[in-house]
Every structure is written in structure tokens, then in C-alpha cells.
């Protein structure tokens, strides 16, 4: 997929313990359904945990997610009312969705570059950075070991606004999403903060990754309970559309 996608959206529902036997059944059966739906150029339903560490302790197995790579905006706005958006949300209690514009990508995700290949256009909008990757099992426990002290600097970074983790699987799979008040939070934090760059510099020698994906985006818009993303900046930090919010 080289194309660049101008749409891609992030649904995270919020369901309650009761109905995890439904949210366990929609995993099974719905990313098939996904990829199948009409205008869905590349789809993935996906757990979620704390972001405080990786790996089944932190798996939180009341808040799943799908993001969503779009060919036909029109479908896009068709999908909380229709197919597996319409599933997800008769079992949610509460949900927000977020839609996203790339701005960079590097990596590949089952194989492909879900996002194509964006320009690294810049934005004075909040961005969403999205890392994603499948771990070696041997190399996995030093991995889990690095992960603490950046997950603890993180919670304080400056411009965080919202972040967790994500996977396709409690173990092996791995993957975070944070939202920044705007880009130069979200570089400082990245290249800067000495737990992170230690964390980016055992990368190419520990070769904990046999496949790894790091991509940036605009967010063009949030709608929904912000609560549902852990949303801890003020409204009034983020320059994001908040007509539906």
C-alpha cells in the first residue's frame, strides 16, 4: 500500500466488565469483517492497556479499539451507525473517536505500509504519534525490563495530552498511542528525554523487533468522551475541532 490515506480514524469504546464475553466474541469475529467493510483500505481491532508497562498485567479488558485506514471518507462517517462500528457500540457504554490525517510513517504492519508514504508536512494542530511492533520472544523479556523508566517519564512529559497502550495480543505485540499539544511537545519528549533516547539507542543492538511501525499524525478532530482516550490536558490546550466532544 504506497498510496497516502487522508483519513485514518482511531475508535476506542469503553464496555463494561459484563460485557466482556461480547467484546472477547467481537475480537474473534469482526477483523475479518473489518477489512471486508466497504471504503476500509487497511483495519485493526485492537486491545488496549494502561501504557504504564506491556504485556497481559496491563491489559485493560474493559476499553478495546479499532483504527482504520480509509479509501472513501463517505464510509467513514458511516461507521459507528453501521457493520462493526454498529457491534462496538451496542455493547459500549461510552466511546470517543478521533480522526487523523498521516503526516509520517516508517515501518510496516503485517507486512505493509498501512499509511503510505506521507510527505512530513507540518501541522499547528495536536498530533498522535503511534508506534507499533511485534517483539522477538527471546528478545522480549530485556524489552519489558527497558519499558518502565520511559513509561514513568512519560506521565509527566510536558504537552502529553492523552495515552495507552494497544496490541493485537496480550504478549508479542505491542504498541502505544499518546496525543501531544503539538509537534515540538512530542520531538522534545522523543529525542530528547534521556530515558527515551537510551530506550531508542538499545534499539538497533538489543534487535528486540522483528517487525516495528512508528507514525505521526494530525488530529483533525475528537469526538466523544474524551475520558474513554485518559484525556489529561485541558480543552483549551488543544487546537482540535470539539463540536461533537
Do not use: C
Request: hydrophobic letters at 45%; glycine letters at 10%.
Amino acid at each position: 500500500m504506497s498510496d497516502v490515506s487522508e483519513l485514518v480514524t482511531l475508535h476506542v469504546w469503553r464496555v463494561p466488565r459484563r460485557a466482556l464475553p461480547r467484546a472477547l466474541t467481537r475480537m474473534a469475529l469482526d477483523p475479518r469483517r473489518l477489512r471486508r467493510t466497504a471504503g476500509v483500505r487497511f483495519g485493526k481491532l485492537l486491545g488496549t492497556g494502561t501504557g504504564t508497562g506491556f504485556g497481559p498485567t496491563d491489559t485493560d479488558l474493559t476499553r478495546w479499539a479499532a483504527l482504520v485506514v480509509w479509501a472513501d471518507p463517505a464510509a467513514a462517517a458511516r461507521f459507528d451507525a453501521t457493520g462493526v462500528g454498529r457491534a462496538w457500540q451496542r455493547i459500549a457504554t461510552a466511546g470517543a473517536r478521533l480522526d487523523l490525517r498521516p503526516l509520517a510513517s516508517r515501518g510496516r504492519w503485517s507486512g505493509i505500509e498501512p499509511f503510505g508514504q506521507p510527505d512530513g508536512g507540518r501541522s499547528d494542530r495536536p498530533v498522535l504519534a503511534l508506534t507499533r511492533a511485534r517483539l522477538r520472544a527471546r528478545r522480549a523479556p530485556t524489552f519489558w525490563r527497558a519499558v518502565p523508566p520511559v513509561a514513568a517519564a512519560l506521565r509527566s512529559a510536558p504537552g502529553l495530552l492523552a495515552r495507552f497502550g494497544v496490541g493485537e495480543a496480550p504478549i508479542g505485540w505491542q504498541g502505544t498511542v499518546s496525543v501531544w499539544r503539538n509537534a515540538s511537545d512530542l520531538v522534545r519528549f522523543a529525542y530528547r528525554h534521556p530515558e527515551h533516547r537510551a530506550a531508542i539507542a538499545r534499539t538497533p543492538t538489543e534487535r528486540w523487533y522483528a517487525e516495528e511501525l512508528f507514525a505521526r499524525f494530525e488530529v483533525r478532530d475528537v469526538a466523544g468522551d474524551r475520558a474513554v482516550l485518559g484525556w489529561v490536558g485541558d480543552d483549551g490546550e488543544a487546537n482540535v475541532r470539539s463540536g461533537h466532544a
